[in-house]
């Protein structure tokens, strides 16, 4: 007999949104503990208050929970709390393993080509756990997603966009080749994004 979908679509479990989160924060901090020990940049909101810190000065931490607020602001009033409070869990346990795992894992030869195309496979595949599961990691994730709720956009191809101009804005900043070779790192997750992560493509929320 031909297989049949369900009428509507069946929501993810607690259980299964936990471990979906785990799962891709910690593919990101992976992702991250690549990039850092090739000397990279990222790009995001992330990226934003890096380059922000090293025009002014400020403090990166500071800087970066000042970038979010609206974006939180944002996330709450047009895709609401659940929505909301997932990403803070998202971002919450990207921070500790991020802060773990260099204690864990480091690598003596990294090709900053090699260490850009990883970083852009793992996190990649990282994001993909985490928007599947509803949630994203702040900033401009948030409105990425909701581009493509709202006007049919792909969340890379948008993502793509703001990279572009921040990695433009690094090249006045950091060392060009560091800057390409991670703007190559931002292309390649940002591509794994806009082809895989389809709604159209699955039914499950």
């Not at 191809?157 to 703007?183: K, N, R």
């Amino acid at each position: 007999m031909p297989r049949t979908e369900p009428d509507t679509p069946v929501r993810h479990t607690a259980f299964e949104d936990a471990q979906g989160l785990v799962f891709g924060t910690l593919m990101c901090a992976f992702g991250l503990a690549i990039l850092t020990s090739a000397g990279l940049v990222t790009g995001q909101t992330a990226g934003l208050a890096v380059l922000i810190a090293y025009a002014t000065g400020w403090n990166f931490a500071a800087v970066f929970f000042v970038v979010n607020l609206p974006f939180y602001a944002l996330a709450f009033a047009r895709m609401g709390l659940r929505f909301t409070i997932k990403t803070f869990v998202a971002v919450a346990l990207l921070s500790g393993f991020a802060a773990l795992l260099p204690r864990f894992v480091g690598f003596s030869l990294l090709h900053p080509a090699v260490a850009a195309v990883l970083f852009g496979a793992v996190t990649g595949a990282g994001l993909l756990a985490i928007f599947r599961h509803g949630a994203s990691l702040g900033g401009v994730g948030i409105v990425a997603l909701l581009a493509q709720e709202r006007l049919g956009l792909q969340a890379g191809w948008v993502q793509l966009g703001f990279d572009a101009v921040l990695f433009a804005l690094a090249l006045l900043m950091l060392d060009p080749i560091l800057v390409a070779w991670s703007l190559l790192g931002a292309a390649v997750v940002n591509a794994i994004l806009g082809i895989n992560h389809r709604r159209d493509r699955y039914i499950g929320t």
